[in-house]
């Protein structure tokens, strides 16, 4: 069984900065990739960042220059970390995985709970 803990949301002042971590555990042979998708009330499910385990790194447009994703093969763990928040970035952050459990396995991808950000003056 695998699990994806998030943390660190929370609320802010437009203009602030968060810092949001997901920590999988359980049983993970390897890691392909990690990644953030976020839901505001009403819209679709989006894409916010992602990363390979090679390290390489995937924005929305409307959060490049502000957000930067880091992480995954130290401790199995992916960072968030958010500048300049503006209120449209208000949403439900679900953090994600794509994840092989064994060697004779594919992979698969699993999902956090997700952790409220507000931001609001």
């Known amino acids: 069984q695998v699990q994806l803990v998030e943390s660190g949301g929370g609320l802010v002042q437009p203009g602030g900065s968060l810092r949001l971590s997901c920590a999988a555990s359980?049983?993970?042979?390897?890691?392909?990739?990690m990644g953030w998708y976020r839901q505001a009330p009403g819209k679709q499910r989006e894409l916010v960042a992602s990363?390979?385990?090679?390290?390489?790194?995937n924005y929305a447009d409307s959060v490049k220059g502000r957000f930067t994703i880091s992480g995954v093969n130290a401790k199995n763990t992916v960072y968030l970390q958010m500048n300049s928040l503006k209120p449209e970035d208000t949403a439900v952050y679900y953090c994600t995985a794509v994840i092989r459990t064994s060697y004779y396995t594919g992979t698969r991808d699993y999902w956090g709970q997700g952790t409220q950000v507000t931001v609001s003056s």
């Open positions: 359980g049983s993970i042979f390897s890691i392909n990739a």
């Open positions: 990363i390979t385990s090679a390290g390489r790194t």
